[in-house]
């Protein structure tokens, strides 16, 4: 089903930009994806796979989703709109650097695949 919505551009991209809930409410959404969140992709990094939060980056101690705006990362409540497609480098509170996608760049890159099989039984 992913493969035939993203390949023939079958969702909604203003929905898609909204990073939270109050965002999405805004443009009547009672709720929001988490299309714009990034996720460490740097393969054999111990953070591959995991959600980008504020506090890895410096941007706070909660563990909130990070985005990428355009015009720099922020935490996904502190912006109306984000990038639902974005793929780069970001530096983390401790100064190493880490390729990051956001959850929607890296399913259109692999609709099957499955991001984080540490999670997976047997």
């Known amino acids: 089903m992913w493969i ?9 991209r203003e929905f898609l930009t909204r990073p939270s809930k109050a965002a999405a ?12 969140w990034l996720v460490v992709m740097e393969e054999g990094h111990k ?16 563990n909130k989703p990070v985005v990428y705006t355009g015009e720099g990362f922020a935490v996904n409540d502190a912006v109306e709109k984000a990038e639902p497609e ?3 480098k970001v530096r983390l ?7 990051v996608k956001t959850s929607f760049t890296n399913r259109r890159a692999n609709p099957i695949k499955k991001l984080n099989n540490k999670h997976e039984k047997g």
């Not at 509170?93 to 390729?99: K, L, R, S, T």
């Open 4 to 12: 035939c919505i993203i390949k023939n551009n079958w969702f909604n």
């Open 25 to 36: 409410e805004k443009i009547g959404h009672p709720y929001h994806s988490n299309a714009t």
């Open 47 to 62: 953070l591959y796979g995991s959600q980008l939060t504020d506090a890895m980056v410096g941007l706070g101690t909660e």
């Open 86 to 88: 974005f793929s780069g």
């Open 93 to 99: 509170a401790f100064g190493e650097e880490v390729a």
